[in-house]
């Protein structure tokens, strides 16, 4: 069934008010239960115990108070009077005073808003009490004084004055109840926020963990912990953080012992061309063995990867200017944009190798070629600018994958693999970050390498 487009709006609008964290979330998930039923369980007690008990102490005070009245409109001497006030304190705890000419106050004393609301069911209960025992006019105060209720009813030649103990009007121990109350919701949350917490600390090592795996550094501490399914996903982390390893050992060992078998050959070849009549077909040969040796090199940094680096703070322009020596050997004009303080936590050799790679292509393709690292909110970025004819923006993606060469030929006469820009890419997100390619201002090429802070 299709839900209402006002349904899955309100539903797309509290998705965006709700926390985003798992400790949130959780604390919301129990909190939020449990203060729903702590507010229905002390609605149901105010409501039908609360109010119950006060309406029947004040339908007792409002029998007691009647009567007096009565009492005293069967003689209304003093010695009669003086009397039942005995009585009335002796037995009932009442205090009453008669008030000769006086009149009833005409409204009632407002109280604080807080008080108002509180006291409003017991101002009910008294009045509808009074009411129904009592033929004379009266009026009532439930919040001049701390301790008792002040009520006044109109007699012959003045007025009755009636103080009573505010527990024989209403329950006073309402708010004993609500005290424990609040104070089991608070003691409850707080041993659920601490259960929370542990777990919640147990995933975020797990993933902080993974993402200090993605930028090639390690944490040896690192052990499983926290509920079992979290142990479960650590232990599968670590499973699975060991075979990668053991791959990238092997495809580094391996592209290590074809580069080695390889360079002897080619060594040897190298002595004998050396040794050889020197014509235009040793010359060519002699290109060939360059660029053979070019692509076995290109294909161990591609395998080696980060090799075990350790990251430490490097200073990004005396790295960048080292890099642009060789575009400039090239034949190239380069400039470099970088403050000299400016310093990035990263593997010296293969940020270098990078960023190499990024520089030596826009030398190899165009005539200037601009440099700039830069600090910006999200951390550090390196932008890398070029005249040459660039790479259409529907290629930017294939132009990383690895052997793309970017031309239907795939001419051998041009110098490399295609493997520049997948080392510099892979480099870049083993640091945690990224390499994107735009439209470079200059007209070429922009390579854009993105750090963390």
Known sequence: MKLPSSFRVFVRWLKRRLPATLFARSMLIIVLPVALMQIAVTYVFFDAHWQTVTARLSEGLAGDIAWAVETYKEDPTPQSFAKLSERAEESMGLSIALQPGRRLPLTRRDPPVLLEAFFAPIDRSLDRALSERLDAPFWFDTTRYPAYVDIRVGVKGGVMRVLAP??????????????????????????????????????????????????????????????????????????????????????????????????????????SLALAEQNKRTADMKRDLAEMEHMVDEYLDFARGEGGEAAEAVHLRALIEAVSEGARRLGAQVRVTADDDLIATARPNSLKRALANLVMNAASHGEHVEIVARRNADGIEIVVDDDGPGIPVEQHEEAFKAFARLDESRNQNTKGVGLGLAIARDVARGHGGDIVLDRSPLGGLRAVVRLPG
């Open 166 to 271: 505010r527990e024989r009007a209403f329950a006073t121990q309402g708010h004993i109840f609500v005290l424990w109350m609040t104070v089991a919701t608070v003691l409850l949350t707080t041993i659920a926020l601490l259960f929370i917490r542990n777990q919640v600390r147990a995933i975020e090592r797990l993933a902080n963990a993974a993402e200090a795996f993605g930028r090639g550094a390690d944490v040896p501490a690192f052990k499983p912990h926290g509920a079992k399914e979290v142990r479960a996903a650590a232990t599968a982390f670590l499973d699975m953080r060991a075979r990668i390893r053991r791959h990238v050992e092997q495809r580094t060992a391996l592209l290590a012992s074809v580069s080695h078998d390889l360079r002897t050959p080619l060594t040897r070849l190298k002595l």
